[in-house]
């Protein structure tokens, strides 16, 4: 949620933004405008009868003590009069309140200034690393690799759950815990808190990160109990501080937990959905931060770099993109995409995201800081970054490390968490 003085003093720089981002209606920002002052107007008129109704508290307790009933009576009818219209000015003020929020709602984050304007096409390039593998031999597409080994199980998956709900077994079981423990362990050794968080999560908290009332179609819902899957760790993670001050002198705060990942991937389909490209449920690690306003983007790099550095460790060619404004979502001010390089099908895949939503996550979730003591409150920056998400990194590793013979050969930081380093 952007802070409301922004839109009211740059209402054009929230309009180009949205333009830019391709989210939105504009016109969100003249109803919220709109709102805002109809609200403003409201608030003016209830406190106005709170001073009538106090003044006339003020003339009716000295007649009544006085004996003056006579001429009391009517300035008590009055009284009574008003107390319903305070009554009443409060539910609208209350209504409109929530008229206002809603419109917030709807506006999306405003980009940074460094952000590229256009769609995919004007992503950048910001940097590539490590070399590609190259081959005397015609590479398999990992979806073959899995099933030569009996790594992973798509169709048992498919009949269990349905497509997207693949079984991991045996060595691709093992691989799987192993990647966990090894993009945790890195995590840890940067200073993050390991949190182990539900995943499950309220309304609330789905507002409070913006996958409501924005995504809700790429939720799974347990409408029963008023609870969804967790897309990422991203949502309880950031919720974790929900409705708190937090205090200063401890920011920055980090935080990283592994949760499996549930997304309904309504609408894709096609080649790039293929074997792991695309999962409705899948395993996460991820990285959050809660730091001052003036210092984020500098935690921005070292986030980026925590990310990369999951990355360097699988000894994985990978480079790293600056999302172009129509290719951001509704939260983030900027974001980082880091894609590794898939030999079997010979293009590149997003492996993490990493983004700075600057205060638009804590206004939503209410996650303040109290700069030094005595201070007021201020909202804090988040920023979070997947380190990494397993499919595509499980196929890279497939594609890159295969074999004359099939087999496949894992990175030696890998096999020391797997127990083996050799698939075949």
């Not at 081959?135 to 597409?141: A, C, G, H, N």
């Not at 980090?254 to 949760?259: E, M, Q, V």
């Not at 894709?268 to 306003?293: A, C, I, T």
């Amino acid at each position: 949620m952007l802070d409301l003085d922004l839109i009211r003093d740059d209402p054009d720089r929230v309009r180009a933004s949205m333009e830019a981002k391709r989210i939105g209606d504009p016109g969100a920002v003249d109803r919220a405008l709109d709102t805002d002052r109809e609200r403003r107007e409201a608030v003016t008129a209830l406190q106005a009868l709170r001073e009538e109704q106090g003044a006339m508290g003020h003339q009716i307790g000295p007649l009544m003590k006085s004996g003056k009933r006579d001429e009391a009576a009517p300035l008590i009818e009055r009284s009574n009069e008003i107390k319903q219209d305070v009554k009443a000015q409060e539910e609208a003020v209350r209504d409109l309140d929530q008229c206002l929020r809603s419109l917030l709602l709807e506006i999306p984050n405003v980009i940074h200034e460094s952000v590229p304007v256009g769609g995919e096409d004007a992503n950048e390039v910001a940097a590539e690393w490590g070399e590609r593998p190259q081959f005397d031999f015609e590479p398999l597409p990992h979806w073959e690799l899995a099933e030569k080994h009996g790594l992973i199980d798509f169709e048992r998956g498919a009949k269990v759950s349905g497509a997207g709900f693949p079984f991991y077994v045996g060595q691709g079981a093992r691989l799987q815990r192993a990647l966990i423990a090894l993009f945790l362990d890195l995590a840890v050794d940067e200073g993050y808190t390991e949190v182990e968080a539900p995943i499950l999560v309220n309304e609330a908290s789905g507002v409070g990160t913006g996958q409501l009332p924005d995504k809700e179609g790429q939720m799974y819902e347990v409408p029963a109990d008023g609870l969804y899957l967790v897309p990422t760790a991203e949502v309880p993670l950031t919720n974790f501080h929900r409705d708190e001050v937090l205090d200063g002198a401890a920011l920055p705060l980090l935080y990283t937990g592994y949760t499996p990942c549930f997304r309904r991937e309504a609408g894709s389909y096609g080649k790039d959905v293929r074997g792991l490209n695309r999962l409705h449920q899948f395993d996460k690690v991820e990285l959050v931060r809660f730091v001052r306003p003036d210092e984020s983007y500098r935690h921005l790099e070292m986030l980026r770099e925590d990310a990369e550095r999951a990355v360097r460790a699988l000894e994985l060619p990978y480079r790293r993109l600056v999302l172009a404004s129509g290719d951001l979502g509704v939260t983030q001010a900027k974001t980082y995409d880091l894609e590794v390089w898939s030999a079997g099908q010979d293009r590149w895949l997003e492996v993490s995201s990493v983004s700075n939503f600057e205060s638009f996550q804590a206004r939503r979730a209410n996650v303040r800081y109290r700069p030094e003591p005595g201070a007021k409150p201020e909202f804090v920056h988040t920023l979070n970054g997947s380190a990494l998400a397993l499919p595509r990194i499980v196929a890279a590793l497939l594609e890159n490390g295969q074999q004359a013979d099939r087999s496949v050969v894992l990175p030696a930081r890998l096999a020391e968490y797997a127990g083996f380093d050799r698939i075949g």
